[in-house]
């Protein structure tokens, strides 16, 4: 995989692929993040971007390079969050620029990683990347969770990546700005009200 724009362009990364990822590949990655491009600047010296079921890293590690201020991966499996770190590093990425959250996505929420970070401050992400196995089903699960918890600021994207059979329930006060579709998968970008 490599960077597709930004200051690490060109840039390989994630040696490994594991069969329990499911990486989004280089185009798909490029037309998320033209759509984004009219709903959010990542060269602010702001944004804050929460990687959700990580995988490789590879949204997130994008953002980051196209200047997002720090992005946060969570990953549940132990392996692939040490192959986020491997990348992060290859890429010259900072860990506090780029902390791993080794935890279930549905936990996450309740604070307790964030807290252990050196410059804690309650975080609200202008940017989430959501990308749950889609034989987990638990989107909106997590959809219910970030807004139950009120982690995306108010004009926040949220980028929820699914199959064509999974149905999105949006939250109160979130609406549906554009969906990409890929064959079987549906990138649906969302913002908070």
Known sequence: MRIISG???????????????????????ESIFNALSHYINFEDDNIEVLDMC???????????????????????????????????????????????????????????????LPDYVPVYWNCIFCDPPYIARILNKILHEIEKTNSLCPQGILIAEHDIIEHILLPKGFSTLTSLTFGKTIVDIIQKD
């Open 7 to 29: 200051r690490f362009k060109g840039l390989s990364f994630g040696n490994k692929i594991f069969e329990e990822t499911r990486p989004t590949t280089d185009r798909m990655r």
């Open 54 to 116: 990580a995988g490789t890293g590879a949204l997130g590690f994008e953002a980051i390079s196209r200047g997002a201020k720090r992005c946060i991966f969570v990953e549940n499996q132990l392996h692939i969050a040490q192959e986020i770190r491997h990348s992060a590093h290859s890429l010259g990425i900072p860990q506090n620029q780029s902390p791993i959250a080794v935890q279930d996505a549905l936990t996450f929420f309740n604070g307790f990683f964030l807290k252990q």
